[in-house]
């Protein structure tokens, strides 16, 4: 059977895989689904009935962008986006963590202002706060080297931040990297890539 990812175009987690899939030049039927109208071929395969799924050719079954991630790192090493060196890979984790942490801070806020509910304003206070924390911690460190773990090379860290800032494009502010040059530089030069270039979330009509 063919490799399979079950991924939404917008979604910051689907396309963390996207990019991986594309830099590893593994072929891969792409199936968007419907969030609001998941297909029972979905939700049979996804306990949680979140974006994305992958289907391995042996038809096992990975859920969640982290583990897919380094599924795929495992059993594909070429190129490879965590660390050997089990120190360097535990710091690879911790920066994809924050970067996770930021996306799912984004979408919270976003579909928050969505409701135009004026009686959560202390969450919003709340989601807001930590985005504007976590984003001078990134544009921080790529004020010290060119990936997030050094001068070598990206890793996953880079990817899942990179994703999740594309999200924040989208959603909410296009203009942070003003605010940020470093983060706002790093983000621009990793557009240059194919793989990062042609995924891209995009509004729908």
């Known amino acids: 059977m063919n490799r399979i990812l079950y991924y939404h175009q917008q979604s910051n987690f689907s396309r963390k895989i996207r990019i991986l899939l594309a830099e590893k030049k593994l072929d891969c039927e792409l199936k968007e689904v419907n969030l609001k109208n998941k297909p029972s071929e979905f939700i049979k395969i996804s306990p949680i009935g979140k974006v994305p799924v ?59 202002n969505l409701t135009n509910n004026l009686e959560v304003t202390d969450y919003r206070t709340k989601l807001e706060t930590s985005i504007n924390r976590l984003l001078p911690i990134f ?24 994703c999740s800032l594309g999200y924040y494009s989208l959603r909410l502010d296009k203009d942070w990297g003003s605010r940020y040059p470093n983060l706002g530089n790093w983000f621009e030069k990793l557009h240059e890539r194919e793989s990062v270039n042609s995924t891209v979330p995009m509004p729908l009509n």
Request: glycine share 4%; proline share 4%.
């Open 54 to 112: 992958f289907v391995e050719q042996d038809g096992t079954v990975i859920w969640d962008s982290t583990l897919i991630a380094e599924y795929l790192d495992e059993t594909y090493p070429q190129p490879s986006f965590y660390p050997s060196n089990y120190q360097a890979k535990l710091e690879c984790r911790k920066w994809e963590e924050i970067a996770d942490y930021l996306g799912d801070n984004i979408i919270n806020l976003w579909l928050l």
């Open 139 to 162: 544009d921080q460190q790529l004020a010290q080297s060119q990936y997030l773990l050094g001068n070598d090379t990206w890793t996953a860290a880079d990817v899942a931040a990179l």
